[in-house]
């Protein structure tokens, strides 16, 4: 069993139009973007990090708003809803901020005894805020206070046929989860010492399989301290079978990829370096950052791509 994970690292999604995208997560949800660079597998496309004030692990959603893409289809072989921790009693001011804003399919839930808002964003993509005793430092410069702001991830539910959800149940054991809890169909599984977003639901669920587009869960990042221990996984991994991609520079932290049973595609990122690399801290997702590698494109990238201020 490995104990090098440490929780979720971050979510990346897949939505229709970047302005949508990142006032939604900014002004709504309060979020700060803490980068704006393009997709390094097609650098036509941005990917737009939103997340705490520098990023930490754990409170990263990233989108590649593909313009005009289709929306995806809801079903299994995905990650369901992707969950934000915010402090116990908000509930109440988060349903009118949320209605305020024009989210219009907010409902007031208990998931594994906590009260939950489930909602959906721009693109259809399943959210929930789970209230919760959460220490982390939130990010405050976007229109919601400290009492009530979003601490980061709480957990994410894995949406899985029920063969694949005992696959993944046993795959996170390897991974270092334990089983905490359930609740009908679902599956609530924690990492000991991870961080705040150490847990996993794993839904056993039987539908169609989900056929990706916008609002869509791309991937789910886990993460690990540093490139050392991301290679112990990596050896693991591939020890017990599964076909694991050699590790690339994302150049705000180093991942491995590959594909569950049930055809979720989970990635293991590190911790190091982080987004404040090439960045003041002060300044955090303002600048248009490109990888070295497609520097050269600049003067068209900036010609290309949608502006998402304002
Ligand atoms: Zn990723």
């Known amino acids: 069993m490995l104990t090098q ?9 897949l939505a229709s139009d970047a302005r949508t995208n990142n006032a939604f997560f900014t002004d709504t949800l309060g979020l700060r973007r803490v980068k704006k660079t393009v997709n390094f597998d097609a650098p036509d496309v941005y990917h737009l990090y939103y997340g705490d004030e520098v990023g930490t692990p754990g409170s990263v959603m990233t989108y590649f708003p593909f313009p005009h893409a289709a929306r995806g289809t809801a079903g299994v072989g995905e990650v369901g809803t992707t969950r934000f921790a915010i402090p116990k009693g908000t509930a109440p ?3 009118a901020r949320l ?21 959906a964003a721009p693109d259809g993509d399943r959210f929930a805020l789970v209230e919760t005793d959460d220490t982390r430092t939130p990010w405050t410069g976007n229109g919601v206070g400290a009492d009530e702001a979003i601490r980061g991830f709480h957990s994410a539910s894995l949406r899985l046929d029920p063969k694949s959800a005992d696959a993944a149940k046993e795959l996170l054991g390897f991974m270092g989860y334990q089983k905490d809890d359930t609740e009908g169909s679902t599956t609530r599984l924690i990492v000991p ?4 977003a150490n847990a996993i639901d794993v839904e056993a669920v039987s539908a169609h399989h989900a056929r990706q587009g916008a609002g869509s869960v791309h991937h789910i990042a886990f993460a690990v301290e540093n490139r050392a221990r991301q290679l112990e996984v990596r050896e693991a ?21 590959f594909r569950i049973p049930g055809g979720i595609l989970f990635e293991v990122a590190t911790n190091e370096p982080g987004f404040d690399r090439d960045e003041d801290t002060a300044h955090l997702g303002e600048a248009l950052k490109l990888p070295s590698q497609h520097e050269h494109l600049r003067a068209r990238l900036e010609k290309h791509l949608q502006p998402i201020e304002g």
């Open 237 to 257: 991994l591939l020890d017990t079978g599964y076909q694991v991609t050699p590790v690339i520079d994302r150049d705000y932290f180093w991942a491995i990829y």
């Open 5 to 13: 994970i440490k929780g979720l690292h971050h979510v990346t999604s």
């Open 93 to 95: 001011a988060w349903v």
């Open 99 to 119: 209605a305020e804003k024009g989210v219009t399919d907010i409902a007031q839930t208990t998931i594994f005894g906590a009260t939950a808002l489930e909602f």
């Open 193 to 196: 010492g991870g961080n705040a």
